[in-house]
Every structure is written in structure tokens, then in C-alpha cells.
């Protein structure tokens, strides 16, 4: 069977392209092209696959790529301005906050074991949702970067912080969130927020070598390590606050605005 032949498009989302290829499924932001923020629509799309996922135990595997230049710009900054002016109370915008927030929970508790295939930019919201992936692999081109603070916003988006923190160490996230510092594929596989680099050529291989033995891998065996590993990361996290990001956020653009 051709590469071509071999995958099959899931009923199409808007904002985003979904093939399933066996156990795998490809999960492909910016399909057109164009616009390589995390808008409401990506989000909401996401969010349907994601839910999907609880009724299809065949799909085991989940690839998160981007067609664009990049893999994420970040936020949709656009959108916020508009949920300000639609609702100067903040309540519009904590609703987005809160998609995110599910978003990235989702990502975290899904049977399946999470692959984010990075290119590009993977800025702010890009970098909050790729770091809820299970497993990371980007271009030796990637470049990183959280901008919140540097526009004036608590680094609110997804409830990442604590995730970022458990994955990468406190000391590193705290100095690349205060600073805005862009940072290179080398510095991001070095504090573990990439797991493998390679040239942008060999990207895909390098995705395959992780896909093809896992789907070999026992389906049980699979879901009760992720969960074991989630629930002792968790344990890090104790004192959680994420569920109160979108407020920090809202407050935060509706005294700006």
C-alpha cells in the first residue's frame, strides 16, 4: 500500500485536518495554510477530537503537527480584543480561557499516547499545548519563546505553567517566563522540553520510530503507564491553581483594556 493510499481523512473539522492511519491518527493544525495561532475554532476543534477519543479505544496513538510555516504562533490575540469589546467584564474571555484550560486537561487524560511533531515557531500557547504532548519531537530549526509577560499578560494560557514546570524544571521556566528569551531546539531538548531533535528532513522519521513500536505496544500496558506517569507529575502539583488562569487572565486584559 503507497504512503497516498495508506491514510484515510476523518470527517473534516474546519480549523483542523484529521487522517487516521491504523492506530494512529494525525492531527494537523493550519490545513490552509494561513494562520498558525491557536484560535477559538482550532480549540474548539481540538477539543472534539479529543472528546471523540473516549469512544474510539482503537486509536492509540495521536500525532499533533501544523501544515503552516510554523507549528503555533501562540494565541489569537485578535480574538481577545474582540471578546473585551463584546464583554468589557471579562466574562467572554474567561470563557476562551477556560476552552484552553480543557484543551490542554484533555490532552493530559486521553487514552491515547500524545505526539507533538514541532517546526517552526512554537510560541506562548504553542509551546503550553506541545508541552501537554507525551511525547516531543521538533526541526533543529525550531524557535521558542514565551512572550506573556513581554505584552503585559500572566503566562495564564492552558493552565501550563505547572506543567512546563514538571517537565522542564523550575528554575529554567522561570527565567525563559520572565525574560521572553527566544531559545533554539538545542536549549529545548537540553532542559527536556524536546526529546528528540533532527534536521527538518528527518522529522518524520523520527516521529515513526516512536509511532511504529508503540503500536505494537499492549493497549492496557500503554494507558496504565501514561496514567501512572500523569498521577506522579501531578504529584508535583499539589497546591494546583490552573483552574484560576482564566481569571488571572481576564482580570489581567480587562484592567489593560
Given amino acids: 500500500m503507497t504512503e497516498q493510499n495508506r491514510f484515510f481523512t476523518v470527517p473534516s473539522r474546519k480549523a483542523i485536518r484529521v487522517e487516521q492511519d491504523g492506530p494512529v491518527l494525525h492531527v494537523r493544525l493550519n490545513p490552509a495554510g494561513q494562520d498558525d495561532t491557536l484560535s477559538v475554532a482550532v480549540i474548539d476543534d481540538l477539543i472534539a477530537v479529543l472528546d471523540d477519543l473516549h469512544e474510539r479505544p482503537d486509536i492509540r496513538i495521536l500525532v499533533l503537527s501544523s ?4 507549528f503555533s504562533l501562540g494565541v489569537d490575540r485578535t480574538e481577545f480584543q474582540a471578546a473585551m469589546e463584546a464583554d468589557p467584564t471579562g466574562a467572554a474571555l474567561r470563557r476562551i480561557a477556560d476552552k484552553a484550560h480543557r484543551l490542554c486537561q484533555a490532552f493530559e487524560n486521553t487514552h491515547a499516547i500524545t505526539i507533538a511533531r514541532l517546526h517552526g515557531g512554537i510560541i506562548g500557547a504553542g509551546l503550553a499545548l506541545a508541552s501537554y504532548c507525551d511525547l516531543r519531537a521538533g526541526a533543529d530549526t525550531c524557535r521558542f519563546r514565551m512572550p506573556e509577560v513581554g505584552v503585559g499578560l500572566p503566562p495564564a494560557w492552558g493552565g501550563a505553567m505547572g506543567r512546563l514546570i514538571s517537565e522542564a524544571g523550575a528554575a529554567r521556566i522561570r527565567e525563559l517566563m520572565l525574560t521572553c528569551d527566544t531559545f533554539d531546539a538545542t536549549t529545548a531538548h537540553r532542559i527536556s522540553l524536546l526529546h528528540k531533535v533532527t534536521t527538518p528532513d528527518a522529522l518524520e522519521e523520527a516521529v ?5 513500536p508503540l503500536a505494537r505496544r499492549s493497549p492496557e500496558a500503554l494507558i496504565t503507564t501514561k496514567r501512572m506517569l500523569a498521577g506522579y507529575s ?24
Fill in 234 to 257: 501531578r504529584a508535583d502539583r499539589t497546591a494546583d491553581i490552573t483552574l484560576l488562569d482564566s481569571h488571572l487572565l481576564a482580570a489581567q486584559v480587562t484592567r489593560a483594556h
Fill in 208 to 212: 515513526t520510530a516512536w509511532t511504529r
Fill in 67 to 70: 501544515m503552516g510555516e510554523d
